[in-house]
């Protein structure tokens, strides 16, 4: 029996079928983390096995070398691969500068890492995704464990200085427990709401001692494919946008479907 993707899962199914079309052979991968992102892999994979592309990934989060390496697709470290031509990756919120917002898997820090690595950052995301102001969805911010609460403290003062109301800061839980990422740090997600000067905010908190990193992704990435449910994919650079109708692929969905409920 057929059974539909939802709207939102199209749509990141067929930003990240786009996606595929930047892939050449030869290539070493960004292998990005989330829900879009692993529509990705899936699809990668499949033309690993069947067309016989040959690329290498380096994966930015324990979760997606899991999938991966489920998958076949073929992974290596970022020091063995030195650096990458494509980083594919999803994102929280994305701006017309290209500006994002990444973490909400948690994954932010090595994702920042491997897309710094990489010639080109392409982000893939459902229309959903897309923001006239970046805020809305809380900030993450990873800092290492110690003096956890005196570090939060600080990243709430400093964002007072910066006129911004940053009391609404949580630390990110899981099973009522710290969510602690691969690298062994925790997340504390900033309730902004409007982010004004994206790259005065990064500053500031990365200037506070315990803070490692921002999920905020300034000048790294250099293109998104954007999927609508409907059908269309909207190509963005800094510079120009396009549309292009994705052609339906009930087989290839039905197919990936079925893999994913095995
Ligand atoms: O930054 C990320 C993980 O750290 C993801 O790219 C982001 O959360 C988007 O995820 P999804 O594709 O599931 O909406």
Same mark, same amino acid.
């Not at 911004?164 to 009391?167: A, F, Y």
């Not at 200037?207 to 999920?215: A, H, N, S």
């Given at each position: 029996m057929s059974r539909e993707l939802s709207p939102p899962d199209r749509a990141k199914f067929l930003a990240a079928r786009q996606a595929l079309t930047f892939v050449e052979d030869g290539m070493r991968l960004g292998l990005g983390t989330g829900s879009t992102a692993a529509w990705f892999h899936r699809l990668l994979a499949e033309r690993i096995h069947r067309e016989g592309l040959n690329v290498i990934g380096v994966p930015t989060s324990s979760r997606t070398r899991d999938l991966c390496n489920a998958l076949g697709v073929p992974l290596t470290t970022l020091d063995d691969a030195g650096w990458l031509d494509l980083t594919i990756d999803g994102a929280d919120e994305l701006d017309e500068s290209l500006t994002l917002i990444k973490g909400g898997g948690g994954a932010l820090l090595l994702e920042k890492i491997v897309a710094t690595a990489s010639d080109r950052m392409l982000v893939i995301a459902d229309g959903a995704k897309r923001v006239k102001t970046l805020g809305a969805f809380p900030l993450p911010v990873e800092i290492v464990p110690f003096g956890w609460k005196t570090t939060k403290a600080i990243v709430e003062e400093a964002l007072a200085d910066l006129d @911004?109301?940053?009391?609404n800061s949580t630390l990110r839980l899981h099973n009522s427990e710290p969510f602690v990422t691969d690298e062994g740090h925790f997340i504390i997600d900033l309730h902004l709401g409007r982010i004004g000067d994206a790259t005065a905010l990064a500053h500031l908190l990365t200037?506070?001692? $315990? @803070? @490692?990193?921002? $999920?905020l992704f300034i000048g790294i990435a250099q293109a998104a494919v954007i999927g609508e449910p409907g059908g269309t994919v909207i190509r963005m650079t800094l510079h120009e946008e396009d549309r292009v109708i994705a052609p339906p692929a009930p087989e290839e969905e039905q197919d990936l479907i079925g893999r994913l409920e095995d």
């Open positions: @911004v109301d940053g009391r200037d506070i001692p $315990g @803070v @490692v990193e921002t $999920g």
